[in-house]
């Protein structure tokens, strides 16, 4: 090989591993988001417990913001656990009372307790905040609330929401109105300092701080041993998410549980009906019952 060809061989490989040294640089820099969908039944109500399509959403919602990496599990729990590494949160929205898949082995607790330790934020939307009873010790130390029968509640009923408190996960959280379907009830936990409720929601006081402790549904908790949580019982349908209030809620949430200071006006993002929309997962409408 003459002298130019040694040269222009020397500064191909050259190129090639600056190249790779700097796409590495650039993803070791992202804030990486991990979105675990819940099964979503292929018989349901279009939208209804469309973890699927939520989580498809939110994951674009939250790439909106520079240097944000949403990487979306599409059910249940994922093939490679090593999705998890390097992960700033984890993003559970999942059928609930024992149905979530990464309750259901031992193995699987155990892979998460070990990422609540490390201080990793976690986030658990509509049913997803109830834990089976055996279970209430990891509810307490991973959403700092456990939700026990009789206490415990849940319903559909319609709610105005236009008060929040000064937290930054509030910020830019404009108000909104809705018939979603809620768990409230929570028994929170004892000697924590780190609960921050947001939302409230009851059938008295239809979304009031009125309603005390027991009509909250959306809380923050910084976990003692460090680590944020976030936790929201509504969301039952996919079209709540035309609420701008309720989605920037939801969008704040997240990243503040990665440990991103939320502006003084909320994340900015762009969501209008359509692109909602486009992430609905194709069903059969159940047969109508006979009277």
């Known amino acids: 090989m003459n002298q130019p060809l040694r040269l222009l061989s020397f500064f ?17 820099d992202k804030t990486k988001i991990v979105l675990i969908a819940g099964a979503t039944k292929k018989v349901d109500r279009p939208g209804h417990h469309d973890y699927l399509a939520g989580c498809r959403l939110l994951q674009n919602l939250l790439q909106q913001t520079p240097g944000i990496e949403a990487v979306l599990v599409k059910e249940d729990w994922p093939a490679d656990e090593a999705v998890f590494d390097g992960a700033k949160s984890i993003v559970f929205y999942t059928d609930g009372g024992g149905k979530q898949a990464y309750l259901s082995t031992s193995k699987r ?12 934020g976690i986030v658990s939307i509509h049913q997803a905040v109830e834990f089976p ?10 959403t700092g609330a456990v939700y026990k029968k009789p206490k415990a509640g849940r319903g559909h009923w319609d709610s105005k929401h236009d008060q929040f408190p000064n937290h930054q996960v509030a910020s830019g959280v404009k108000a909104w109105e809705i018939n979603d379907g809620w768990l409230n009830g ?20 239809v979304g009031s701080q009125k309603g005390g402790v027991k009509d909250v549904v959306a809380w923050t908790f910084d976990r003692p041993n460090g680590g944020r949580s976030f936790n929201f019982s ?3 349908a996919h079209s709540a998410f035309e609420n701008a209030g309720m989605t920037q809620l939801m ?23 359509a692109l909602i929309n486009s992430f609905l997962t194709p069903r059969t409408s159940p047969k109508s019952k006979k009277k």
Request: charged letters at 20%; hydrophobic letters at 45%.
């Open 109 to 120: 607790i155990a892979a998460i307790q070990k990422l609540v330790d490390a201080g990793i």
């Open 186 to 205: 929570f028994t929170f936990a004892k000697k924590t300092k780190g609960i921050t409720p947001l939302v409230w929601s009851g059938k008295e006081h």
């Open 251 to 273: 969008v704040n949430g997240i990243l503040w549980t990665a440990g991103q200071p939320v502006p003084k006006d909320g994340f900015k993002f762009e969501a209008d009906k």
């Open 133 to 142: 009873p055996k279970l209430e010790k990891q509810s307490l130390a991973w």
């Open 234 to 236: 509504g969301l039952d």
């Open 12 to 28: 191909s490989i050259l190129a090639t591993l600056l190249l790779s040294a700097s796409s590495s640089l650039q993803a070791a």
